[in-house]
């Protein structure tokens, strides 16, 4: 179920260069290539809005950018600079310089709701867990105002009609893993027509797009739910156990890997309900 390796998820923490202090919320995907501004393309559309003209062909939007300074710098208590970016990976980087807490938001925040405006001021300020959560929430939600990367973009289905693979992975994310597969999960596309098959790759893990796919025959009344569980457990477990290279092959299925499957409450249950019916299953 592992020959792809690999999801990406929104948000973690990095270190922000050449400050020790500093903290920032990043996307994992690329370096970061450009630094601050909103870009607008020029349009009609845009004519009548209060855009500043910073550089050529780099506009930021200064009454919202002046109006979320105000309001972070109340809610931190503290002078802030903050400085709004196009960035494809950091979204959140913070800094002291002297008396000034200097602020890099994606822009994507500079129309936040009041809630996240306060999470944000209680991540910036102390790093906050539960704060940096629901920003990572917001971040998630407005993925797609995040300049595309220029590679392919996936869009993720969790909900199915049957199961909802967003729950599925949280629950085991909390239980297995004490939160940390920073990977997402999409039931994979389904093909056109139906046709029976010799094999069926139930799931597969995409190290490169830290990605899950679950294949989408698996989304039926008839599969009980800790078998999606069993097969997203699988996954899940290939981001996080190693992959050795023995005699020249990448073993995906190590004495380690095996050993943490079996950990897994319905392993059994799993296998034998995977063995009777594997055949109404390659019937697509
Ligand atoms: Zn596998």
Same mark, same amino acid.
């Given at each position: 179920?592992?020959?792809? !390796?690999?999801?990406?998820?929104?948000?973690?923490?990095?270190? !922000?260069?050449?400050?020790?202090?500093?903290?920032?919320?990043? @996307?994992?995907?690329?370096? /970061?290539?450009?630094?601050?501004?909103?870009?607008?393309?020029?349009?009609?559309?845009?004519?009548?809005?209060?855009? !500043?003209?910073?550089?050529?062909?780099?506009?930021?939007?200064?009454? =919202?950018?002046?109006?979320?300074?105000?309001?972070?710098?109340?809610?931190?208590?503290?002078?802030?600079?903050?400085?709004?970016?196009?960035?494809?990976?950091?979204?959140?980087?913070?800094?002291?310089?002297?008396?000034? @807490?200097?602020?890099?938001?994606?822009?994507? &925040?500079?129309?936040?709701?009041? &809630?996240? *405006?306060? !999470? /944000?001021?209680?991540? *910036?300020?102390?790093?906050?867990?539960?704060?940096?959560?629901?920003?990572?929430?917001?971040?998630?939600?407005?993925?797609?105002?995040?300049?595309?990367?220029?590679?392919?973009? *996936?869009?993720?289905?969790?909900?199915?009609?049957?199961? $909802?693979?967003?729950?599925?992975?949280?629950? /085991?994310?909390?239980?297995?893993?004490?939160?940390? *597969?920073?990977?997402?999960?999409?039931?994979?596309?389904?093909?056109?027509?139906?046709?029976?098959?010799?094999?069926?790759?139930?799931?597969?893990?995409?190290?490169?797009?830290?990605?899950?796919?679950?294949?989408?025959?698996? $989304?039926?009344?008839?599969?009980?739910?800790?078998?999606?569980?069993?097969?997203?457990?699988? #996954?899940?477990?290939?981001?996080?156990?190693?992959?050795?290279?023995?005699?020249?092959?990448?073993?995906?299925?190590?004495? #380690?890997?095996?050993?943490?499957?079996?950990?897994? =409450?319905?392993?059994?249950? =799993?296998?034998?309900?995977?063995?009777?019916?594997?055949?109404?299953? @390659?019937?697509?």
């Amino acid at each position: 179920m592992a020959n792809q !390796a690999q999801i990406t998820f929104p948000f973690m923490r990095v270190h !922000a260069p050449r400050a020790s202090s500093a903290k920032a919320l990043a @996307l994992p995907e690329r370096p /970061l290539t450009r630094r601050s501004a909103v870009r607008v393309p020029e349009g009609p559309d845009q004519a009548s809005l209060p855009f !500043a003209r910073a550089t050529p062909r780099l506009f930021v939007h200064e009454g =919202a950018r002046q109006l979320l300074e105000k309001r972070l710098a109340s809610l931190i208590g503290d002078n802030v600079s903050l400085s709004v970016t196009d960035n494809r990976r950091t979204m959140i980087s913070s800094n002291r310089r002297g008396s000034t @807490l200097e602020v890099r938001l994606h822009h994507m &925040f500079l129309d936040a709701d009041v &809630f996240t *405006v306060r !999470a /944000l001021a209680r991540y *910036v300020k102390d790093g906050d867990r539960a704060a940096s959560v629901l920003v990572g929430r917001f971040i998630e939600a407005h993925r797609q105002r995040i300049a595309p990367s220029g590679t392919r973009q *996936v869009t993720l289905r969790t909900a199915g009609e049957h199961h $909802d693979l967003g729950a599925i992975f949280e629950r /085991l994310n909390a239980q297995y893993f004490g939160g940390i *597969v920073d990977a997402r999960a999409t039931w994979g596309r389904r093909r056109s027509g139906r046709r029976s098959r010799a094999t069926i790759k139930l799931g597969t893990y995409c190290a490169e797009q830290k990605l899950i796919r679950i294949h989408p025959s698996l $989304d039926r009344k008839w599969v009980p739910r800790y078998f999606v569980a069993y097969v997203m457990y699988h #996954e899940m477990l290939h981001h996080v156990v190693p992959m050795p290279v023995v005699d020249g092959r990448r073993q995906f299925h190590s004495e #380690e890997y095996r050993e943490r499957e079996r950990a897994f =409450a319905d392993y059994e249950r =799993a296998i034998r309900w995977e063995k009777r019916v594997v055949h109404r299953l @390659l019937r697509g």
